[in-house]
């Protein structure tokens, strides 16, 4: 009776062992001859992969349009085009063309700072909460011609000459604002950008280093290894034990 259940317990641990006593296999086989087969030297570039480290993906780039241009945020870091630019404190939220009497300036807006630039995108001036900046920014956009932002306080007039910010009332909300919206860059900018962005290559060794030792799947997939290197203890314990009981009969 006692033979028969260890019997069928082997059986049915060894299938579900299987899968990973193959993965290990084939793992290690690869990370013998790493060198050899080049994975030391590879790096990975599918979007699928690389999103197993936490890497950009395309579709996490966020783009506003400006002009015949874009203004782009992936990984906390911004682009124009495909010009990295000065970082933004916070979410990037619009991104617009402010047009004065004898020139312009590109307004870039991010959850707690707006950063200026000149029409040639030199950085002209950073202002945040310490130039009064209502916080948090949550859109920018233009009446007629006048910078308005929303932010999670309300409504405000701004005028960036003299760095003023005016409550707009409940009553006096504007029927019409050309709020700078959410656009999609074309394609070869969105790659271009989820390849670009600050990472380090991650190689196929460290791939199959990681798959191999469980650490793909975060801190438990490691103990998910140790579980099953355990399992494999029991099941060639098991195994050792019918074998001699076959011997015995």
């Known amino acids: 009776m006692t033979f028969n259940l260890l019997k069928r317990w082997h059986g049915r641990v060894g299938v579900l062992a299987a899968f990973f006593v193959l993965l290990l296999a084939v793992t290690g086989l690869c990370l013998n001859h790493v060198s ?45 085009q495909l010009d990295e630019i000065t970082a933004c404190d916070g979410a990037l939220m619009g991104a617009l063309t402010v047009r004065f009497t004898n020139t312009s300036q590109i307004v870039v807006a991010c959850e707690r700072q707006l950063l200026l630039f000149s029409p040639a995108f030199q950085l002209i001036e950073k202002i945040g909460p310490g130039l009064g900046l209502p916080v948090a920014v949550k859109r920018v956009g233009l009446v007629d011609g006048q910078l308005i932002i929303d932010t999670t306080g309300g409504l405000f007039f701004s005028d960036l000459n003299a760095l003023s ?23 070869h900018i969105r790659l271009a950008l989820a390849e670009s962005v600050d990472r380090e290559d991650i190689t196929y060794e ?44």
């Not at 019409?176 to 860059?185: L, M, Y």
């Open 165 to 187: 910010w005016t409550a707009v009332a409940a009553g006096d909300v504007p029927s019409t604002v050309d709020w700078s919206e959410v656009g999609v860059a074309p394609e």
């Open 36 to 80: 050899d087969w080049g994975f030391d030297r590879k790096a990975l570039h599918s979007p699928a992969l690389l999103s197993l480290y936490g890497m950009a993906e395309v579709n996490d780039v966020v783009s506003y349009p400006l002009a015949d241009s874009y203004i782009s945020e992936i990984n906390d870091q911004m682009f124009y």
């Open 206 to 249: 460290r791939l199959l280093l990681d798959i191999h030792s469980g650490r793909i799947l975060g801190g438990w997939g490691v103990y998910l290894v140790d579980a099953m290197a355990v399992l494999f203890m029991l099941l060639a314990i098991s195994g050792v034990l019918m074998w001699m009981r076959g011997k015995k009969v």
